[in-house]
């Protein structure tokens, strides 16, 4: 019996050793930039945020490695070497993705992580980041814990999309703007995890800010994730006194309540803000409701979808001849966090006069203003690691010649208008009445 | 509390229920006759949601009336009810029966996961639509409020299929004959009872309820991956509630569950959350066995 | 050889001495899968003790999620050594234990595996939802001290590994005393029959109880190290119940036959796990569904099987090699 166990042991574990061997000296040999890419390729996120931000990577990685992308990014590859993204799925849990993104780091060598959809998986995998002196540049999740809470002092951690609070503040700032006299009240209804509560929160304290004589309900709403069934919570909606309801759904659950509440005409009754609600209105065409505001976290995706910038016509140009749709916001929020590492890898090169070390291309990144899709972008916020940009909002509109949703009446917030100062913290700014706003 | 109130609850807790019950009914009927909890359920929903959300889309690709739709939910649930029926009852289940009851849960787990990504593999990561029924149908208003008439058809849909069961299990023949293998199995057997093919039966109906529950639903929700997932821990809760196996226990536990939810919802939003869970704790540390338990015989 | 020195025994230390061996020539990432497989092996003794008695739990995940989520509120709290971590780990979910067995005792059977289930289904309600619990991003777990001492950044997982390992060897050496004293041994027979136990004067219910505890305490020493090696715990990847589910996978994988085996079940369902999801990130489920179900099918009594289906086949050989001699002999 001794033997049999430590034997077979033994031996998977040669087996294991063996094929590590292996691919560590494949790795070598080759010259490429080896990238991991995590995003939902399975569960209910796969459709709404992994796949498109997938359809983005393999357009932005193609056009990088080939030179194809306008100047300043029209060398090819990261600093010269060609780019291999090894995309894999975001399913499964922050703890799941620890042992992932350790995988992808010890055992197939990747030089850079660039990704993220879920707060949670950032949440989670940050600290790691650090311990495993990983570049790593995480590119749609919003929640402000990574560099407020669990990660005061980053260096490997960078991220390149605005907090969830810029989203929120931006929001309550188009509405005060915009419907001064119309709103009586607000309410909301949210998924009942960290996205949905952080959310309504941020909105909350925002409006409390901005519209002090406006009231926010008492009875919000947070139905359960993919729970997909809505009809009790449309009730109380309807029934509320309040006339502005704020959701930050995505995905699947958005379009099954869009489905519902517009059987049951809780559009007509109602003033609506989605957050997040640009994921599906290209899916959904006309059955999307039109006069809602809808936010895309920066300026991507519908915002820009006219936008003439050079690098912006040719990711649009490019994605609706790949994939036959027009990109929405993850597809662009993607590819930007692979611009903002073609944009370090090459400054690192060029000041280091040889292919960098990830050291060099960090302090490149650190703080740097580089060009994305319309115009240019700031590392502005925690140390130089967190992005700023504008945020955008607008009216949903169909357009008939186009045959798809497009928006009026937009606003462009600058990113100090939405952002709070260098060294304040969200919750604080917030609750502080958002002083120091440059609007 | 005004009465308007009490009315909408009412309303949307018998939709709600109605929800519960189509969802959890083929889980506990399958569990009661060959006592495996059968987690391939979930998959059988999704199955159901994605063959009706596809089909409803060709045929409005068609340009054939949507009133076609209710045809091809039924269609769909009793193509996938014998399709997948037969192939997990005979292509699995039927090796196990002999094995200790906990192999068959985890093989029907294993099944799970793989049909999961055949959805995925058949239909990809696009989710699909086919609200036609639901707008076909139009909306009525009560008490004030607008409720769409697809929902409240849920609530006919739920007392024909629980009162289908009742009779068939209670005035028929087949019922019969199913109360005998359920009370022992061996002995129906040795009377001369086909046990195998009223496993092979029961595992079809089974199989189509779940479907069903997945295709009725699929005009409401967003036909997308994971919606199996989800699906079977609620009918799981149901089923716990009303008692492992029960028929009438689902839909005692459904209604129940659907009720307080609503009022919860309408009431104290922020204990919604709570309520099924709440509800399944007091269950089980006050009657275990659910609120309608089947009597066991101890075998000695 | 002694009762409590034997085979098993020495099997054990020798896979413990050859772990610590290991130990300096592994990469990190399959330092990682090790200290994983350790973690979920742990779980799958305790589900093993259970299985002797012909119960299985569907819902371990409740106690393996207890001992992770004690580790990070005890952190939460200041407390931040392994050695404690691993003692309040244990104790919340053997309390845990403690309590739920009045009521679990009673069942068995189905009915058993599935009020399990129900139990862990609540808990991840409870954490999913509650936002002082972390909700659904959880709480990261920081690097732990052991016994005061922080290693250097370099030898924190290898000493992570070596307690790991020796958390898990005495957990199976524990385990594997306990089944062959005759409290464990009695329990076996509840499995063929419970009244006849009871006419011989034992309580099968108190018995089931002690099992049920001894589970619930091995589970807890899982998640503690999974919450430790991991440094992140949330209720999808520790409480929701396909990780009940894997736990069973793994049991059934390696068989009930040794408590050694259950640590080689756990190491190939990391590697499946590792290579399906590395090599088909689409289709991993598939893959793993597929290879559970072949398990059942045809390995219905675990890999551990494969070892005694080997010995049974050497030893009719022997026996037909015997009896060709004799017959030889006769002829001569």
């Given at each position: 019996?001794?033997?049999?166990?430590?034997?077979?042991?033994?031996?998977?574990?040669g087996?294991?050793?063996?094929?590590?061997?292996?691919?560590?000296?494949?790795?070598?040999?080759?010259?490429?930039?080896?990238?991991?890419?995590?995003?939902?390729?399975?569960?209910?996120?796969?459709?709404?945020?992994?796949?498109?931000?997938?359809?983005?990577?393999?357009?932005?990685?193609?056009?990088?490695?080939?030179?194809?992308?306008?100047?300043?990014?029209?060398?090819?590859g990261?600093?010269?070497?060609?780019?291999?993204?090894?995309?894999?799925?975001?399913?499964?849990?922050?703890?799941?993705?620890?042992?992932?993104?350790?995988?992808?780091?010890?055992?197939d060598?990747?030089?850079?992580?660039?990704?993220?959809?879920?707060?949670?998986?950032?949440?989670?995998?940050?600290?790691?980041?650090?311990?495993?002196?990983v570049?790593?540049?995480q590119?749609?999740?919003?929640?402000?814990?990574?560099?407020?809470?669990?990660?005061?002092?980053?260096?490997?951690?960078?991220?390149?999309?605005?907090?969830?609070?810029?989203?929120?503040?931006?929001?309550a700032?188009?509405?005060?703007?915009?419907?001064?006299?119309?709103?009586?009240?607000?309410?909301?209804?949210?998924?009942?995890?960290?996205?949905?509560?952080?959310?309504?929160?941020?909105?909350?304290?925002?409006?409390?800010?901005?519209?002090?004589?406006?009231?926010?309900?008492?009875?919000?709403?947070?139905p359960?994730?993919?729970s997909?069934?809505?009809?009790?919570?449309?009730?109380a909606?309807?029934r509320a006194?309040?006339?502005?309801?704020?959701?930050?759904?995505?995905g699947?659950?958005?379009?099954?309540?869009?489905?519902q509440?517009?059987?049951?005409?809780?559009?007509?009754?109602?003033?609506?803000?989605?957050?997040?609600?640009?994921t599906?209105?290209?899916?959904?065409?006309?059955?999307?409701?039109?006069?809602?505001?809808?936010g895309?976290?920066g300026?991507?995706g519908m915002?820009?979808?006219?936008?003439?910038?050079?690098?912006?016509?040719?990711?649009?140009?490019?994605?609706?001849?790949?994939y036959?749709?027009?990109?929405?916001?993850?597809?662009?929020?993607?590819?930007?966090?692979?611009?903002?590492?073609?944009?370090a890898?090459?400054?690192?090169?060029?000041?280091?006069?040889?292919?960098?070390?990830?050291?060099?291309?960090?302090?490149?990144?650190?703080?740097?203003?580089?060009?994305?899709?319309?115009?240019?972008?700031?590392?502005?916020?925690?140390?130089?690691?967190?992005?700023?940009?504008?945020?955008?909002?607008?009216?949903?509109?169909?357009?008939?010649?186009?045959?798809?949703?497009?928006?009026?009446?937009?606003?462009?917030?600058?990113?100090?208008?939405?952002?709070?100062?260098?060294?304040?913290?969200?919750?604080?700014?917030?609750?502080?009445?958002?002083?120091?706003?440059?609007? | 509390m005004?009465?308007?109130?009490?009315?909408?609850?009412?309303?949307?807790?018998?939709?709600?229920?109605?929800?519960?019950f189509?969802?959890a009914?083929?889980?506990?009927?399958?569990?009661?006759?060959?006592?495996?909890?059968?987690?391939?359920?979930?998959?059988?929903?999704?199955f159901?949601?994605?063959?009706?959300?596809?089909?409803?889309?060709?045929?409005?690709?068609?340009?054939?009336?949507?009133?076609?739709?209710f045809?091809?939910?039924?269609?769909?649930?009793a193509?996938?009810?014998?399709?997948?029926?037969?192939?997990?009852?005979?292509?699995?289940?039927r090796f196990?029966?002999d094995?200790?009851?906990?192999?068959?849960?985890?093989?029907t787990?294993?099944?799970?996961?793989?049909?999961?990504?055949?959805?995925?593999l058949?239909?990809?990561?696009d989710?699909?639509?086919?609200?036609?029924?639901?707008?076909?149908?139009?909306?009525?208003?009560?008490?004030?409020?607008?409720?769409?008439?697809?929902?409240?058809?849920?609530?006919?849909?739920?007392?024909?299929?629980?009162?289908?069961?009742?009779?068939?299990?209670?005035?028929?023949?087949?019922?019969?004959?199913?109360?005998?293998?359920?009370?022992?199995?061996?002995?129906?057997?040795?009377?001369?009872?086909?046990?195998?093919?009223?496993?092979?039966?029961?595992?079809?109906?089974?199989?189509?309820?779940?479907?069903?529950?997945g295709?009725?639903?699929?005009?409401?929700?967003?036909?997308?991956?994971?919606?199996?997932?989800?699906?079977?821990?609620?009918?799981?809760?149901?089923?716990?509630i009303?008692?492992?196996?029960?028929?009438?226990?689902?839909?005692?536990?459904?209604?129940?569950v659907?009720?307080s939810?609503?009022?919860?919802?309408?009431?104290?939003?922020?204990?919604?959350?709570?309520?099924?869970?709440?509800?399944?704790?007091?269950?089980?540390?006050?009657?275990?066995?659910?609120?309608?338990a089947?009597?066991?015989?101890?075998?000695? | 050889?002694?009762?409590?020195?034997?085979?098993?025994?020495?099997?054990?230390?020798?896979?413990?001495?050859g772990?610590?061996?290991?130990?300096?020539?592994?990469?990190?990432?399959?330092?990682s899968?090790?200290?994983?497989?350790?973690?979920?092996?742990?779980?799958?003794?305790?589900?093993?003790?259970?299985?002797?008695?012909?119960?299985?739990?569907?819902?371990?995940?409740?106690f393996?999620?207890?001992?992770?989520?004690?580790?990070?509120?005890?952190?939460?709290?200041?407390?931040?050594?392994?050695?404690?971590?691993?003692?309040?780990?244990?104790?919340?979910?053997?309390f845990?234990?403690?309590?739920?067995?009045f009521?679990?005792?009673?069942?068995?059977?189905?009915?058993?595996?599935?009020?399990?289930?129900?139990?862990?289904?609540?808990?991840?309600?409870?954490?999913?939802?509650?936002?002082?619990?972390?909700?659904?991003d959880?709480?990261?777990?920081?690097?732990?001290s052991?016994?005061g001492?922080?290693?250097?950044?370099?030898?924190?997982?290898?000493?992570?590994?070596?307690c790991?390992?020796?958390f898990?060897?005495?957990?199976?050496?524990?385990?594997?005393?306990?089944?062959?004293?005759?409290?464990?041994?009695?329990?076996m027979?509840?499995?063929?029959?419970?009244?006849?136990?009871?006419?011989?004067?034992?309580?099968?219910?108190?018995?089931?109880?002690?099992?049920?505890?001894?589970?619930?305490?091995?589970?807890?020493?899982?998640?503690?190290?999974?919450?430790?090696?991991?440094?992140?715990v949330d209720?999808?990847?520790?409480?929701?119940?396909?990780?009940?589910?894997?736990?069973?996978?793994?049991?059934?994988?390696?068989?009930?036959?040794?408590?050694g085996?259950?640590?080689?079940?756990?190491?190939?369902?990391?590697?499946?796990?590792?290579y399906?999801?590395?090599?088909?990130?689409?289709?991993?489920?598939?893959?793993?569904?597929?290879?559970?179900?072949?398990?059942i099918?045809?390995?219905?009594?675990?890999?551990?099987?494969?070892?005694?289906?080997?010995?049974?086949?050497?030893?009719l050989?022997?026996?037909?090699?015997?009896?060709?001699?004799?017959?030889?002999?006769?002829?001569?």
């Open positions: 019996m001794t033997s049999a166990i430590s034997t077979s042991t033994v031996r998977l574990v087996v294991a050793v063996a094929g590590a061997l292996a691919l560590s000296a494949g790795a070598a040999l080759a010259q490429t930039v080896k990238i991991g890419t995590p995003t939902f390729l399975t569960g209910a996120a796969a459709p709404a945020f992994g796949i498109p931000a997938k359809n983005g990577v393999e357009l932005i990685v193609r056009g990088i490695n080939n030179g194809e992308l306008p100047a300043p990014y029209n060398t090819k990261f600093a010269g070497r060609q780019v291999e993204a090894l995309i894999y799925d975001e399913a499964g849990g922050g703890t799941k993705q620890v042992t992932e993104m350790r995988n992808k780091v010890q055992k060598n990747v030089d850079a992580i660039i990704g993220i959809i879920s707060s949670g998986t950032c949440a989670a995998t940050t600290a790691l980041s650090e311990e495993l002196k570049l790593t540049i590119t749609v999740c919003g929640t402000t814990r990574v560099f407020e809470e669990l990660n005061k002092d980053p260096k490997y951690v960078f991220r390149t999309i605005n907090t969830a609070t810029a989203n929120n503040v931006s929001a700032r188009y509405i005060a703007a915009k419907m001064k006299g119309k709103v009586k009240g607000i309410t909301g209804i949210n998924q009942n995890y960290a996205w949905g509560q952080d959310s309504w929160r941020d909105f909350r304290l925002a409006m409390a800010t901005l519209m002090p004589d406006v009231t926010a309900t008492k009875k919000p709403q947070f359960k994730i993919f997909g069934q809505y009809g009790t919570e449309i009730s909606l309807s006194k309040e006339n502005l309801v704020h959701s930050s759904f995505w699947g659950d958005l379009e099954a309540f869009i489905g509440s517009s059987a049951r005409g809780l559009f007509k009754r109602k003033l609506f803000v989605l957050t997040v609600g640009e599906v209105a290209y899916r959904l065409g006309k059955k999307f409701p039109q006069g809602i505001m809808v895309t976290r300026p991507y915002y820009v979808a006219n936008d003439p910038s050079p690098i912006n016509a040719w990711f649009q140009k490019e994605y609706r001849k790949a036959g749709e027009p990109p929405s916001q993850p597809s662009y929020q993607y590819a930007q966090g692979y611009l903002a590492g073609k944009f890898y090459d400054d690192a090169a060029k000041k280091a006069g040889k292919f960098p070390t990830t050291e060099q291309v960090i302090a490149s990144l650190t703080g740097a203003t580089f060009p994305s899709f319309v115009g240019n972008v700031t590392m502005g916020l925690s140390k130089g690691h967190q992005i700023v940009t504008d945020d955008r909002w607008g009216v949903t509109v169909w357009d008939d010649k186009k045959g798809e949703m497009v928006l009026e009446d937009v606003v462009i917030f600058p990113p100090g208008c939405v952002n709070p100062p260098n060294g304040v913290k969200s919750a604080d700014w917030l609750k502080g009445g958002m002083k120091g706003a440059k609007c | 005004d009465f308007e109130l009490l009315l909408v609850i009412l309303v949307d807790g018998l939709v709600y229920s109605s929800y519960l189509l969802v009914v083929g889980l506990t009927v399958i569990f009661g006759v060959q006592k495996v909890l059968n987690v391939t359920h979930g998959a059988f929903y999704a159901g949601a994605y063959l009706t959300a596809y089909l409803i889309g060709l045929w409005a690709k068609g340009g054939l009336p949507d009133a076609g739709g045809f091809l939910i039924f269609i769909s649930a193509i996938l009810g014998v399709v997948l029926g037969v192939i997990i009852e005979r292509g699995l289940l196990l029966y094995r200790d009851e906990h192999i068959a849960v985890l093989a787990f294993a099944a799970f996961l793989v049909l999961e990504d055949v959805i995925l058949i239909w990809g990561t989710p699909y639509l086919a609200f036609q029924p639901m707008s076909l149908l139009g909306s009525s208003e009560i008490a004030g409020l607008v409720f769409d008439n697809y929902s409240l058809t849920m609530i006919v849909l739920t007392f024909v299929v629980a009162f289908v069961l009742w009779y068939g299990l209670n005035r028929t023949q087949f019922g019969k004959i199913l109360l005998a293998v359920i009370f022992d199995r061996e002995v129906s057997m040795a009377m001369g009872i086909n046990v195998t093919k009223v496993f092979l039966i029961t595992f079809i109906i089974g199989t189509f309820l779940g479907a069903l529950g295709a009725y639903h699929a005009p409401i929700i967003s036909v997308q991956p994971g919606i199996g997932v989800e699906v079977i821990v609620l009918a799981f809760a149901v089923v716990v009303g008692g492992m196996g029960s028929i009438p226990g689902a839909l005692i536990g459904a209604i129940v659907g009720i939810r609503a009022a919860a919802v309408h009431l104290f939003p922020e204990v919604e959350l709570f309520v099924i869970y709440g509800i399944m704790a007091l269950v089980l540390i006050f009657r275990p066995e659910g609120l309608f089947p009597i066991k015989a101890r075998k000695i | 050889m002694n009762r409590l020195f034997d085979k098993t025994f020495w099997g054990l230390t020798i896979g413990l001495v772990l610590l061996a290991l130990n300096f020539f592994l990469e990190e990432w399959m330092r899968i090790g200290l994983q497989s350790l973690s979920r092996g742990c779980v799958a003794i305790g589900l093993l003790i259970l299985w002797r008695t012909g119960l299985v739990s569907f819902g371990h995940a409740l393996f999620g207890f001992g992770a989520y004690t580790v990070a509120m005890m952190q939460i709290l200041g407390v931040n050594d392994l050695f404690v971590l691993l003692i309040c780990g244990m104790a919340t979910a053997g845990l234990a403690f309590f739920l067995g009521l679990l005792r009673k069942y068995r059977a189905i009915f058993f595996a599935l009020l399990n289930m129900a139990f862990s289904m609540i808990l991840y309600g409870v954490l999913a939802k509650a936002e002082w619990l972390g909700s659904t959880g709480f990261g777990v920081k690097q732990v052991f016994i001492m922080t290693p250097a950044d370099d030898m924190y997982r290898p000493l992570l590994f070596v790991a390992a020796f898990a060897y005495i957990s199976a050496v524990g385990a594997h005393w306990y089944l062959k004293s005759t409290l464990g041994m009695m329990t027979a509840v499995r063929e029959n419970e009244i006849r136990v009871e006419y011989l004067g034992y309580s099968a219910e108190k018995a089931i109880h002690v099992k049920y505890v001894l589970s619930g305490l091995l589970a807890g020493v899982g998640g503690v190290i999974m919450a430790v090696t991991v440094g992140h209720p999808d990847s520790m409480v929701y119940w396909p990780v009940s589910g894997d736990f069973v996978f793994i049991t059934i994988l390696a068989g009930t036959g040794n408590v085996a259950t640590f080689i079940g756990a190491l190939v369902y990391e590697l499946l796990r590792t399906a999801f590395e090599f088909a990130p689409h289709l991993w489920q598939l893959i793993l569904g597929g290879s559970l179900l072949l398990i099918m045809f390995l219905p009594d675990g890999l551990w099987s494969i070892r005694s289906e080997l010995r049974n086949r050497r030893e050989r022997q026996a037909k090699r015997d009896s060709d001699n004799r017959a030889a002999e006769v002829r001569r």
